[in-house]
């Protein structure tokens, strides 16, 4: 079966740095995605990977790596508004998008 | 630009009731998605449209049906609501089909069903 692992919950204080973790295994790979959800609201795009190694975007950075089925979002310089649910998605060979659970993180000042 | 909407906001219905979430983008793409999102569990695809004209069954689809009439809208249809049909339901539209392409979300609608 296709599975994604993130974990449940993780807490975090502000202006630290935070590593969200994601393993998958997944008939096939096209890509990763990863999405913030606020409570309450849409998810929203943050990134996507389909080589290996790291992506940088202001604060956020999303690493991949296919040959360990690994990814990890890296926020920088928390800030409270960083609360929220982080979505890791994972494209496979079929090009379905599969869904982990995703990571609930909670800042603290 | 409004991007996605979803109608209506939260609804509460009773069990066998029939009910239709309507879900408009204004943003010319081709594709456009029916998720629900339970507590605990990822997003999981109900049904999917690549285009206008056709539809598709995602991992749940038993429950429910849609259309897509034309590029803008996509109605999910719940025939006869029970209560495991509680859930959060977003939909989401992206430029071309499933793959490498950014899912836009509507604002969601959240539904229970008593």
């Known amino acids: 079966g296709q599975n994604i692992d993130q974990p449940t919950e993780m807490t975090a204080t502000e202006g630290a740095i935070v590593q969200i973790n994601c393993t998958y295994q997944?008939?096939?790979?096209?890509?990763l995605f990863w999405y913030q959800q606020h409570a309450g609201e849409a998810p929203t795009f943050l990134s996507y990977?389909?080589l290996d190694g790291l992506e940088e975007k202001g604060r956020f950075s999303s690493f991949l790596s296919r040959s360990k089925g690994y990814s990890y979002l890296l926020l920088k310089e928390l800030q409270m508004k960083d609360s929220a649910s982080y979505l890791c998605a994972v494209v496979d060979s079929n090009y379905q998008l599969i869904w982990g659970a995703g990571t609930k993180l909670i800042i603290k000042p | 630009i409004a991007g996605i909407t979803q109608a209506p906001t939260s609804q509460i219905l009773a069990a066998g009731r029939r009910m239709t979430l309507r879900c408009t983008q204004d943003m010319r793409h081709n594709a456009m998605y029916w998720y629900r999102q339970d507590l605990g569990l990822g997003l999981r695809l109900i049904h999917y449209s690549n285009t206008a004209g056709t539809t598709g069954k995602g991992e749940v689809p038993d429950g429910y049906s849609v259309s897509r009439a034309n590029t803008d809208d996509f109605p999910l249809t719940l025939a006869s609501a029970v209560p495991s049909q509680t859930s959060v339901y977003f939909c989401a539209s992206s430029d071309a089909g499933q793959g490498a392409n950014e899912q836009f979300f509507g604002p969601g609608t959240r539904l229970t069903v008593l």
């Open positions: 997944t008939s096939g790979f096209n890509g």
């Open positions: 990977n389909v």
